[in-house]
């Protein structure tokens, strides 16, 4: 009996020790409903827009400490639009996101470091996509306030990178391989 009081009084000292930071961190819930990840191409040398309308994620925040943000975000290519239905099947399909094999996307947060502006922070994570990992660097601002919060910002890189696209596209159409996402998440407290 006295072995499990000296442990459970150990163990609340330790819990009352804890970092500030490890003890206010909240937890978020992405609010799908309310958030936007859509991308920009050039489609003969024209710009072109899609959007996923799937996704969820969940992550956590203290502005004490940022770096120790985390989000991990699931992207479901299979809700990849594009202005119409053909475009649409057609990048669903094997050679560009393999949404039937390979249906989800997968952003991860590592950090978060901020810049000399208040709520703007380089974030640092990595997207995956058709099973190939690649570190991103995006600009994020960030504002939030008691029960939500919204991350705003752009990025962009090469599809190629990730093995989406087919050449042999080129003979009918000219598509950009880069990809410019432009994401307005927005969460709510857990």
Do not use: C, H
Not at 7 to 14: E, F, P
Not at 138 to 147: D, R
Not at 151 to 176: C, H, M, N, W, Y
Request: no cysteine.
């Amino acid at each position: 009996m006295k072995l499990l009081f000296f442990r459970a009084l150990i163990i609340s000292i330790g819990l009352l020790l804890l970092p500030a930071s490890q003890a206010l961190a909240a937890k978020w819930q992405v609010d799908q409903g309310r958030s936007k990840l859509a991308f920009i191409y050039k489609e003969d040398g024209e710009p072109a827009f899609g959007k996923f309308e799937k996704f969820s994620g969940v992550g956590s925040f203290d502005a004490s400490s940022p770096q120790k943000a985390k989000l991990d975000l699931t992207i479901d290519v299979r809700s990849i639009r594009l202005k119409d239905g053909l475009r649409s099947s057609l990048v669903k399909t094997e050679t560009w996101f393999d949404a039937k094999n390979i249906p989800k996307a997968r952003f991860q947060l590592k950090k978060l470091t901020p810049t000399k502006k208040a709520g703007v922070y380089r974030a640092d994570g990595v997207l995956t996509i058709k099973n190939f990992s690649r570190r991103i660097r995006p600009v994020v601002t960030l504002a939030i306030n008691k029960n939500t919060a919204r991350a705003r910002g752009k990025i962009s890189f090469k599809r190629s990178q990730f093995r989406v696209g087919d050449p042999t596209i080129s003979l009918f159409v000219e598509v950009s391989d880069r990809i410019t996402v432009d994401f307005d998440i927005r969460a709510r407290r857990r």
